[in-house]
């Protein structure tokens, strides 16, 4: 099995070193041949990471079979980003070793706890919606206009005179500042 190693420490005074060693000890006495070990020096709540979109690029193109980290926690810190990790490593049919979790997707067992990862997150973004439903149906209650302001029946007059002149549709939003789509909506 072709594995890449993926390491993450926050701050330049910490090391990679120990993640990395215990991984590659973990490769060896499973067979596994290490592929790449990719290691960032960066916040786990950055979603821009090098050496992770290095890996996840060689996911992508199915350069490895197994995605080894230490720690669920070295992947991100945001649920959003991880679970967006989570799905494009699984869509591309890669097994993920996370050490201090316990899981190997390679394994059935390991495969539930995933797939159970999947469903507490899919659980969570139902709850981020309703919260902003029921807030969206709170304001709309007391009255409260939605969405963006209306633009001001001064300044259409302004846009449709401007478009009799022959100005384009482009000039026109450049000079009274809104977007094209709306100066079309508006003449």
Do not use: C
Request: net charge positive.
């Amino acid at each position: 099995m072709r594995v890449a190693i993926y390491a993450r420490v926050s701050t330049g005074e910490q090391t990679t070193d120990n993640q990395v060693l215990k991984l590659k000890q973990v490769a060896e006495r499973n067979g596994w041949e290490i592929e790449a070990i990719y290691a960032d020096t960066i916040s786990g709540a950055k979603s821009k990471r090098p050496q992770l979109d290095k890996l996840m690029k060689a996911v992508m193109r199915k350069e490895i079979d197994m995605v080894m980290v230490w720690s669920v926690d070295r992947l991100g810190r945001s649920l959003q980003h991880l679970t967006a990790l989570l799905s494009d490593i699984e869509s591309k049919g890669i097994n993920l070793y996370l050490h201090q979790q316990n899981i190997d997707t390679s394994t059935p067992s390991g495969k539930m706890l995933f797939q159970l990862l999947g469903v507490f997150a899919e659980f969570e973004r139902s709850m981020i919606r309703e919260r902003v439903m029921a807030g969206l149906d709170r304001a709309r209650s007391q009255g409260k206009r939605l969405g963006r302001p209306p633009v001001p029946p001064i300044l259409i007059e302004k846009m449709k005179r401007m478009r009799g002149e022959g100005m384009t549709l482009t000039a026109i939003a450049k000079k009274v500042g809104v977007s094209v789509g709306k100066v079309h909506q508006s003449v």
